[in-house]
């Protein structure tokens, strides 16, 4: 029995000798879905241009208008409803795209320049994939400055940009072979047809690996605020590479420092004379305990601790949940599946007795990386504890520090963070 | 180190004895989720009555006004957006739930008969899991009978009552262990609180395995047309077990044959004198190619063909297609998460030559069962395939037939299930 398990490299080359783009066999009716089966709601344009509404901004799902939060306190399970997905935009509008005149452009370094329509994109091989997305900047120290001098921020403005979901596309490795590589050809730029042509570099093996153009979200069309018609999916490594509104690819023989890497995304570094750190990629083993989370209340007695473990390196091996502060620590249950860079839920008895507690998790993950507490994390960076507590606080991004929540004997719970 | 990997019954033992139900461990904004959160769309009833619109009924999603079926050609991925997941609706209208006066009530053969509110019910260990629900009426041999004399119908009204989400809950198990099962207590009577009060039977070893009473969907409330404010999930066997708008849970000590059982879903055996082979239970290693399908049109080349497969008995382990009307098969690519007892997006690549062709795929689950042929599952059921095609066609359920595809030279596509 022959297997047709090929991997993407033998199947380019199968395909092409004798398929060309755009001459690959079509079938009619298969663009995804079609405007009648659309999930009821505010999915992102169709051909037609409606349903071009951006998600409502609740009080509790925004903290300023073009930061989108999810709420991760008030969910089971692991997938993000696409309304409710994180999103942060850089650019002031969401861009009107028609995803009949929207191209897709691979150019530069390469063997052939190719222009993809959707139509050509949904044509070629697909995958679909659960994985999570998070902004770089999600659980900064910064946002820790509380609103609420008791309780500081709810989970969901703490922790909330990041959101699990299954993506389907295609291949990014597929596309550029098509295109042909050239040998120098070993980095990335990547750009929006948003208004800001949002732009990030990635290197080539990463591309290779598991990237995919994404034009679907959780059975339906991308949402308008998630990139429609297609953005970039880089499994594990932070949000900004998963560039939305994906209209060129430019393949170019070193990195670029484009606008946001250079200005926005850099992390100076004290410790090495004020040197940027300059690229920051895969996201470290990381968890958070939604619930109990600050601002809610509790009451004696039984009481589930569930949460999300993630990391960027692959599966979650293990969560370990300690109620006493980081003296003890016990191992959570991992509930549903365990799917690679992705939210993983986690679940873990207790009995609250009344009186003070701290409560705290940490992910291992499969590498055997261990999420780290902030003290820990400040002298990774350079940093110590006070000085992210000052008023000049330094930019913090890519944070995976281990998140206490101190339950106070009302039954109230704070952010322990900086307490 | 400690490990929080206690199995249900345990954590049950050490609970019970301090905790009652109506007296755990609270969080106040536990409820998942609050009304600003909700997924923009049509979710089901809040607290507040809002959002009762059932979902819509485009000309391609329904047949008749109480089915739903979802569009499987036109989504990659395994998640079904909830708004198009299948619906079939016993009673005539959908039920005005309000959840806060819901109750679930366990009685019968219990040591302490008990009622449950929605806030019960949330305070306790929860669990999420991927699962396929599928009608057992799907896929019927009676609906191939053609509403286009040339194609068929199209893949979404033959085989689209089976979707998969993201369910979240409180297992049965936890609810009857705290109710306290009888000796004799060997099986389970279902009611629902809809107006035709729809009811099932279940036996206790497949309830304390791996059931839940479902109160969340892909991150939402369940929407009203899944059974708002709960339902019973139970992996992997067929659609009516999983009981909508769950109020009593009746333990008995023998099955009943409640209305729907032996009036509705009961098959006879004519090889068996005309008795009837009461209960269908797990659904069997099943798959079905979604792209191409018919009524679609073909070009010449690459063309991938995509479907899905699943089992009741736990994972999909492979899948094979044959582009040559089942003289030979080979492995196709199983793309993302292999989840058990949920669908299992397969994948192949094919060149289309412009020939005649006949395409199918076939499952071969974990357990080792192999998908029939329709003939192999006539036999087993005591027809012939001639039977199937009679006017008078026999009740079929729990049809999980290999779905062959002919592909005609002008392109176009038919079902070829009794060409």
Known sequence: MDSNQSDRRRFLKQASATVAVGAAGFVAGAQLPAKAQQAESQPAGTD???????????ARYSLDHMTHYTPLQDYAGIITPAPLHFMQQHSSEYPEIDPKEHRLT?????????????????????????????????????????????????VQFIHGMASTSEWAGVPLSVLLNEAGLKKNGTWLVLEGADAGKFSHTLPVGKALDDCFVAYGQNGEPLRVEQGFPIRL??????????????????????????????????????????????YHFQWAAKSVITRPSAGMEMRKGYVQITGLAWSGAGKVSKVEVSTDGGKNWREARLDGPVVPKAHTRFNYD??????????????????????????????????????????????????????????????????????
Chains 1, 2 share one sequence.
């Not at 037609?48 to 609740?58: C, F, L």
């Not at 281990?402 to 307490?419: L, T, Y």
């Open 350 to 419: 207790w009995e609250w007795n009344g009186q003070e507690a701290m409560i705290q998790s940490r992910c291992i993950d499969e590498t055997g990386d261990v999420q780290p507490s902030m003290a820990e994390l400040a002298e990774h960076w350079g940093y110590t504890m006070a000085d992210w507590q000052k008023p000049e606080k330094p930019r913090a991004i890519h944070m995976n520090a281990i998140q206490p929540w101190k339950i106070n004997r009302d039954g109230s719970i704070s952010d322990a963070m900086f307490a």
């Open 233 to 278: 999916l880089v499994p594990g490594w932070e949000g900004p590479f998963n560039v939305k509104y994906l209209r060129h690819i430019k393949v170019v023989d070193e990195p670029y420092n484009t606008w946001n890497e250079s200005m926005n995304h850099s992390v100076s570094r004290p410790d090495l004379g004020g040197k940027a750190r300059w």
């Open 48 to 58: 037609e241009h409606v349903h071009r509404v951006p998600p409502r901004r609740g």
């Open 106 to 154: 691979i150019h530069g370094l390469v063997d052939r320049p190719l222009v993809f329509s959707m139509d050509d994109l949904k044509r070629l091989p697909s995958v679909s994939r659960i994985h999570f997305v998070e902004c770089h900047g999600n659980s900064s120290p910064a946002i820790h400055a509380s609103r609420d001098p008791k309780m500081g921020l709810p």
